[in-house]
């Protein structure tokens, strides 16, 4: 089931975000963000009382931004992502926006393959996105008909 996101669920979408990302919001960082950004929306994916994946969307003027979404390590490959990406689109939709923006690693092909399937397109390139590791990424885009 996905709902939104309870500062209770903190600690379990840390842990998924520290598996996820080489730089990965701190605990401290979700914490203040859910407090203080009204533009921002927190969801989780939720199974038996434990939190299987998230993400975290931006919504200004019309058009959406996905700031991270990440999905547990064992349970992957279970088409969750899937699920957190089309609660996105819905989400968007009702809301109005025009479309959904997001960066993703170069080298992250499962999540473009993922977002690909949505339709997404890329539509640009940032050098160095991911300095830490020295990656590239792509900005990708999907108009919302």
């Not at 919001?25 to 199974?47: C, Q, T």
């Not at 997404?120 to 990656?135: A, C, D, M, P, Q």
Request: charged letters at 30%; zero cysteines; glycine letters at 4%.
């Amino acid at each position: 089931m996905i709902r939104p996101m309870t500062f209770e669920d903190v600690d379990q979408v840390y842990f998924i975000e520290n598996q996820s990302f080489f730089q990965p919001w701190s605990k401290e960082m979700l914490l203040n963000e859910m407090k203080i950004n009204k533009f921002l929306e927190y969801y989780v994916y939720e199974e038996n009382d434990e939190i299987l994946g998230f993400y975290i969307a931006n919504y200004i003027l019309d058009e959406a931004e996905l700031y991270t979404l990440a999905v547990r390590e064992d349970s992957r490959d279970r088409g969750i992502g899937t699920k957190l990406i089309g609660h996105l689109e819905k989400r968007s939709k009702l809301k109005k926006m025009s479309k959904i923006f997001l960066e993703v690693s170069t080298k992250n092909q499962e999540a473009i393959k993922l977002y690909e399937k949505f339709s997404f397109k890329i539509v640009g390139l940032r050098k160095n996105y991911y300095s830490k590791t020295n990656e590239d990424a792509y900005v990708m885009r999907k108009d919302i008909i």
